[in-house]
């Protein structure tokens, strides 16, 4: 049985003479025709985490508008298919803006497709960097299938329960467990990768330890929250020197996360929020972790 974390992770104070360059490179691949917001969210969320730089890279069709809705990410535009989705000619820009950044975001937006899944290969296969995969990046990767693909340690996977069914099926040929935390833990040792299994109590779990989650609502229950907590994720993962390594940045993201949504429940309800409205209340969440200690120590304190 995995040691349970009680306490969630702390960031460093910012140096005095700090520059965006400290604080990480965040490159942001997804996106699709007629799925422009996520990448944006992911991106925004990024900055709104403390990333220093952000890139977005997508298919060449809707780069423009990606660029709109992003206003301080740059943008790659990427080669496409007919459908509007990421080709395996884009494996090369990839792999070429992976070079100068310190994490990777992958899969908000970005559909389901042979060629995709060829494109995860190649990036699993030859990024040493940080990442987080989420929505079509789990639906291509349990397409792809376990036992052709080892993850790393320093790999974040964020499913919701359906995705978490599709993960199952490509890993294992046995049936799944009703409990969470053990699928959680299960999927984390046969995968290699922290995995975050998301809901109301959010498990995280590197297969050898776990935390559930008590931030966040109801409210939250609504498109585009997961591609904000990818961002959120990501900018974790970038920052300098190792501070974060896959599991604290998942913990730290996903109870930041919800604690953004619950400070959004408090002025705007359950039932109007949106994803968007996340974005605006993580300012809020940081400002607070930072003026307190309420948060407690690293990774310390296990039972």
Not at 101 to 130: R, Y
């Amino acid at each position: 049985m995995a040691k349970r974390i009680v306490e969630i992770p702390k960031l460093s104070p910012r140096a005095k003479d700090a520059h965006k360059g400290l604080y990480g490179k965040v490159l942001v691949v997804g996106g699709s025709r007629g799925m422009v917001g996520a990448p944006a969210l992911t991106a925004n969320a990024a900055f709104r985490s403390g990333a220093g730089l952000v890139r977005v890279a997508t298919p060449r069709s809707i780069q423009l508008s990606v660029a709109v809705l992003t206003p301080c990410a740059t943008t790659i535009p990427l080669s496409e298919d007919n459908n509007g989705l990421i080709s395996t000619e884009a494996i090369h820009d990839i792999l070429r803006a992976l070079e100068d950044n310190d994490s990777l975001a992958l899969g908000c937006g970005m559909g389901q497709s042979i060629a995709i899944q060829e494109v995860m290969k190649q990036l699993i296969s030859n990024c040493d960097k940080p990442m987080v995969i989420d929505a079509d990046g789990l639906n291509n990767l349990a397409a792809i299938g376990g036992e052709s693909l080892q993850l790393s340690a320093n790999t974040v996977l964020t499913p919701h329960p359906g995705e978490m069914k599709s993960l199952w099926k490509g890993y294992f040929r046995e049936e799944m467990p009703i409990e969470r935390e053990k699928q959680a833990e299960l999927m984390a040792k046969r995968g290699g990768a922290v995995v975050a299994v998301k809901g109301a109590g959010t498990v995280i779990t590197d297969g050898e330890r776990t935390y559930v989650n008590d931030t966040g609502n109801p409210g939250m229950a609504t498109g585009g929250t997961g591609d904000v907590l990818t961002g959120i994720i990501a900018a974790l993962l970038a920052r300098k020197e190792g501070e974060m390594d896959a599991l604290s940045a998942a913990i730290l993201g996903v109870y930041v996360h919800g604690r953004a949504g619950d400070l959004a429940e408090l002025v705007l309800g359950e039932t109007g929020m949106m994803a968007s409205d996340l974005l605006d209340f993580l300012s809020e969440t940081w400002g607070n972790l930072e003026e307190t200690e309420e948060n407690g120590g690293f990774m310390g304190d296990e039972k």
